[in-house]
């Protein structure tokens, strides 16, 4: 059983930064999502098993950066310049197998952390 544990949400003011994390329990593909009330949930970024290939949402592209230490099987979110509209649980997913792409859709995932808010403040 995979196990991910999530951590580092918290409240921030516009402009502000927070930085996530997730351990795994090993080497995966890794994602993370995000969901807003009322909303569907949506990809944010994803890193793939070995760290060479990243993917990154339009709406957080050179502002959140996802990183990966593999020794200690820990993925990061670092969020910059965060707005608003950022506003929402962010998960993290991770994805089994062998392959070496960041992967988009949330059903190319098979496990997910509980989740943690992010509240970005106007």
């Known amino acids: 059983q995979v196990q991910l544990v999530e951590s580092g949400g918290g409240l921030v003011q516009a402009g502000g930064s927070l930085r996530l994390s997730c351990a795994a329990s090993?080497?995966?593909?890794m994602g993370w999502f995000r969901q807003a009330p009322g909303k569907e949930r949506e990809f944010v970024a994803a890193?793939?098993?070995?760290?060479?290939?990243?993917n990154y949402a339009d709406s957080v592209k050179g502002r959140f950066t996802i990183s990966r230490d593999n020794a200690k099987n820990t993925v990061w979110l670092l969020m910059n310049s965060l707005k608003p509209e950022d506003t929402a649980v962010y998960y993290c997913?991770?994805?089994?197998?062998?392959?070496?792409?960041?992967?988009?859709?949330?059903?190319?995932?098979?496990?997910w952390g509980q989740g943690t808010q992010i509240t970005v403040s106007s």
């Open positions: 890193i793939s098993r070995l760290g060479g290939n990243s």
């Open positions: 997913a991770a994805r089994t197998g062998i392959g070496s792409s960041a992967y988009y859709y949330p059903n190319e995932y098979d496990y």
């Open positions: 090993g080497r995966y593909a």
